[in-house]
């Protein structure tokens, strides 16, 4: 930027900051410190959304004041994570007490397991302070009093140019923090930006470094990545710089190029989109997406979705055209993944109006059928036990076959024959 355009930059920074929502109570918090004599600013992610004009939220709060002195500086406070310089404020609420996090500014020491740095500095400058932090659209400082913004970085420069750069040596960033090599590119698609190149090239150097990142943390960058409006803006990147393996089964060429493509066109759905990118190899490699699912810690609800939908049922079902035929596969994979494996097939509309047309209307499983297992024993069709349970499967078959059969006493009917 020119001289005069990083001035008008700034001015609009300013702008938007002191109209934004900062939450009260940290405001409070910071107001108390100050007039102590530390210096107290609003830093990381949530001064970036401001300046991007999205919602902020998680508005985090440093200080040049020790964790001590927080204590000292209030009357209720819990010291969260006092080894790392932050201390919890419990500010009064309308209802209950509100937590407020301060982190004292602080140098690290070598990162020696790939995410924690061996020793932690407390400092008193503020840019000493953000010039650990990963990238210069997160190394912003916006003092909330005195409404002063520091931008030590030139972050302000990347963000009018949708650059994602870390901040010093992009190497040593990566290095640090194996997280941020996925954290980049989860940001490329949530915020829409694109790497500098010797940003993504430091990335390759510091796989080995995310290789040591629990899963549980890569899943959560992955899941908010898949949650973005166009997740391609992600998973490009993640190709590109070796990220993928880390976090997917490798595709080919063709499969990955239409995989990602498929994506971006799916709804805002994380657990639909991650099947979109395990489908071509869910037949073929089990072994693989089986270990990615294990390491992205999918929860049990959703393994289970994911599970029917990368099933035979899900693949054959959009193929269908025989009305029989889609509605035994439609019962298989459960009415509530239906939609769904047919919105990841992507089938031509006339494929699509066969499936709904053999579908509305239809029963898929037990519990749709007019009558049930008590239905059958009080019309003295059935007794208890094992036999029960088989008959109404023949009866859901039978419904499966012709849909119109299924009211009360037709099935009744249809039961004492098969009986």
Known sequence: MTKGSTTQAQARAVLLLREAHVPPQILEVARVLQDKGHAAVLVGGAVRDVLLGLDAEDWDLASSARPEEVQAAFRRTVPTGIEHGTVTVLVRGADRPIGVEVTTFRGEGAYTDG????????????????????FTVNAFAWDPIAQVFSDPFDGLADLATRTLRAVGEPARRFAED???????????????????????AAIGGALGVLA???RERVHVELVKLLGAKQPSRGLVPMHETGVWPHALPVLDEDERVAAIAAVDALPRDAALRC???LVPVAETRRSDVDAALDGLRFGRAERSRIAALLGAAARELPTLVDPIAIRRAASRLGRE?????????VPTPEQTATLHAALDGAVLSTKELAVGGRDLIAAGVATPGPGLGALIERLLAHVIERPQDNDRDGLLARARELV
Not at 115 to 131: G, H, K, M, N, Y
Not at 181 to 199: G, K, S
Not at 337 to 345: G, K, L, N, R, S
Request: hydrophobic fraction near 45%; include cysteine; aromatic fraction near 2%.
């Open 337 to 345: 993944h239906v939609e769904d494996a047919i919105a990841i097939a």
């Open 115 to 134: 995410r924690r740095p061996s020793e932690i500095t407390f400092l008193r400058d503020l840019v000493e302070d953000l010039a650990r932090r990963d």
């Open 178 to 200: 194996g997280l941020r090599t996925m954290r980049a590119v989860r940001l490329c698609a949530t915020r829409e930006l694109a790497l500098e190149a010797e940003t993504a």
């Open 212 to 214: 040591k990142v629990s």
């Open 275 to 277: 099947v979109r990118l």
